[in-house]
């Protein structure tokens, strides 16, 4: 089994700059992907940003790519979400997700295993 724990969230202002992580631990090396992925109420879980392990590769969805980065910690089993000039809509809960094969970054359904989630709320 792989746990994943989120932390960091919390109530911030249009425009700051912030980062969550996300630290991995049990079978660890199970996981090739982690992802962070968006849960606003009313509307559909998106990928907001994955990395792989084995080689550098990572996915940004449209509307965050300019401005947040995704960046892991191999040693340490952590994964970091970077968010600038952060906006209202960024609004969500974040959950952290691994994928055993780290296949499909861009499908939610792709994903093994899930952390509890973090809530970022951006108020203007």
């Known amino acids: 089994q792989l746990q994943l724990v989120e932390s960091g969230g919390g109530s911030l202002q249009a425009g700051a700059l912030w980062s969550i992580h996300c630290a991995a631990s049990?079978?660890?090396?199970?996981?090739?992907?982690l992802a962070w992925v968006c849960e606003v109420p009313g509307k559909e879980c998106e990928l907001v940003a994955a990395?792989?392990?084995?080689?550098?590769?990572?996915a940004y969805a449209d509307s965050v790519k300019a401005r947040f980065t995704i960046s892991r910690d191999n040693g340490k089993n952590t994964v970091y979400l970077q968010m600038n000039s952060l906006k209202s809509e960024d609004t969500a809960v974040y959950y952290c997700a691994a994928s055993v094969s780290g296949k499909d970054l861009r499908n939610t359904r792709a994903y093994d295993y899930w952390g509890q989630g973090t809530q970022v709320t951006v108020s203007s």
């Open positions: 049990g079978r660890t090396s199970r996981s090739d992907a």
């Open positions: 990395i792989r392990s084995s080689v550098f590769v990572t």
